[in-house]
């Protein structure tokens, strides 16, 4: 009788656990963070990415990248401009829930 209690109330635990971390709003953001970085990757060279911006002097970096958001756009990859504006989005969505978080830690050992 008392095993299949504790059984009982364990798998209990166990799925109110489960259900907590599945809805936890971090853990879907990383998710599709990281299944937009890998889908960025896929449709760019990053590697010509990084070695465009290396060479490009740094007051013409923002006029840079905004070329290549228009030339993107016009040339018919908007996947492409969507997946880095989705990927923009939740890394300001992921820090504004982070940092708090962090500052609310450092505050509690202070």
Known sequence: MTNTLRNNVMRRVYYSFALSFVTNPM???GFFLGAS???FGRLT???SIIHNLAVTRIDHAPQFVW??????????EVLTVLVVL??????????SKLVPMLLVDRLRTA
């Not at 070329?67 to 018919?76: K, L, R």
């Not at 989705?86 to 820090?95: A, K, P, Q, R």
């Open 37 to 39: 970085i890998a889908l």
């Open 86 to 95: 989705f990927m923009i989005g939740l890394s300001i969505s992921f820090m």
């Open 45 to 47: 060279h990053v590697a």
């Open 67 to 76: 070329n290549s958001f228009v030339h993107a756009y016009t040339s018919g």
């Open 27 to 29: 853990l879907w953001q």
